[in-house]
């Protein structure tokens, strides 16, 4: 258990329809990255949010959007989801540390 | 051009072979070279670290930088079958809120 709790683990749905990913970061770990995952594109830098507020923002689509509660756990937010959205959502935290950060488990979202 | 190239493989080795796993990256920002490995069905976990050039090694697992060059390599010597994984190499460059850039990975298999 690397510390980083993401749930579901597993997400079917429908195109058209919205859906939330949630993660919960290492304890004392103030930023959370999530990351998309897919066979032809890899590890795709989606958004990180430090303490509350958003600090870097990647390859996200405005259909798409995040964010970090007081608790410090993060959810992403997927809508008007498409079949090209199908894919592992990863979370990972980080409390600074120089070299790279804990992933969680992830989320296999597939849409249909 | 990506950012950071990696051959996708597969790889596929008899136990015991030592396996050479390579990335090139562009950005001659990046000072920070990490190599994950991720299994199946699993988030990516760090296996190694560097910084700027050199060698690092640790037990099996050899990392190294030619930043000259923009090349990195990650040597296992002594293979097993639990090596079988996904690497990933990763790297960030400073100033740059620790978000990473992966590689697309590369899978491995060490046969018994």
């Known amino acids: 258990d690397s510390g980083v709790t993401q749930t579901p683990k597993h997400l079917i749905t429908a195109t058209g329809q919205r859906v939330t990913l949630r993660c919960s970061p290492r304890s004392g770990d103030l930023s959370v990255y999530w990351y998309q995952q897919s066979l032809d594109q890899g590890l795709q830098f989606l958004i990180q949010y430090y303490n509350g507020e958003e600090r870097a923002k990647g390859n996200i689509l405005e259909r798409f959007s995040a964010q970090q509660f007081p608790d410090l756990h993060s959810e992403l937010n997927l809508s008007s989801l498409e079949l090209g959205d199908s894919a592992l959502y990863f979370c990972?935290?980080?409390?600074?540390?120089?070299?790279?950060?804990?992933f969680g488990s992830g989320t296999r979202l597939t849409v249909v | 051009q990506k950012e950071v190239e990696q051959d996708p493989g597969p790889l596929s080795v008899p136990e015991g072979a030592i396996v050479s796993l390579n990335c090139t990256y562009s950005?001659?920002?990046?000072?920070?070279f990490m190599w994950y490995r991720q299994y199946s069905r699993k988030g990516p976990e760090l296996l190694m670290y560097t910084y700027s050039s050199g060698n690092k090694e640790d037990g099996r697992f050899t990392a190294q930088v030619d930043k000259s060059s923009k090349y990195i390599s990650l040597f296992i010597r002594d293979s097993q079958p639990s090596d079988s994984a996904t690497y990933l190499c990763?790297?960030?460059?400073?100033?740059?809120?620790?978000?990473?850039?992966f590689g697309k990975g590369t899978l491995l298999t060490v046969n018994p």
């Open positions: 950005n001659s920002a990046f000072q920070y």
């Open positions: 990972a935290s980080s409390a600074g540390q120089i070299y790279g950060y804990t």
């Open positions: 990763a790297m960030r460059s400073e100033g740059s809120n620790y978000k990473l850039t």
